[in-house]
């Protein structure tokens, strides 16, 4: 695999124009809006470019990533690992799963990817569907902890 060619340090700032952005770790605090409210949120290291001169933080994926990590933990919500992990632990399909929550299967897809947070109800939807085999009853979620190719097996 041939990784692309990265343009070497010092970058010119898009902040402040001067050549002094170079890598670097700290802190990064930034206000992120999740549900139409505003939230502090700090990532105590995050390793990314950054102007010595007037201090911008270049953003790029794994910042990003981070950053709703960050969120995501300080809102308390599921992480998408833990989605993924809690789901497949039922035996339910993500398309069963999504059909029965009344969300897009795409939808669901991108919460367990981690490139969409759920919302606050939508997390508390998804525990209860984890966590409370009555609520699985009532929505008519099959998953039994067990892979449906092998509930019969014997």
């Avoid at 041939?2 to 170079?22: D, L």
Wanted: aromatic share 4%; hydrophobic share 40%; proline share 6%.
């Amino acid at each position: 695999m041939v990784r692309p060619a990265v343009r070497p340090f010092p970058w010119v700032c898009g902040n402040c124009g001067k050549a002094e952005v170079v890598p670097g770790v700290g802190p990064y605090r930034v206000r992120v809006k999740h549900a139409d409210v505003l939230h502090d949120v700090e990532v105590n290291e995050m390793s990314s470019p950054r102007c010595g001169s007037c201090g911008e933080v270049v953003i790029g994926d794994e910042q990003d990533r981070l950053i709703n990590e960050a969120l995501r933990e300080k809102l308390g919500l599921l992480s998408p690992g833990e989605m993924l992990a809690r789901r497949e632990a039922l035996g339910v399909g993500r398309a069963e799963l999504a059909a029965r929550l009344g969300v897009a299967e795409e939808t669901l897809a991108l919460w367990e990817r981690g490139a969409l947070i759920q919302s606050t109800a939508s997390d508390r939807l998804l525990r209860l569907c984890f966590d409370v085999p009555e609520a699985r009853a009532y929505l008519g979620i099959t998953g039994s902890g067990l892979r449906p190719d092998s509930a019969g097996a014997a």
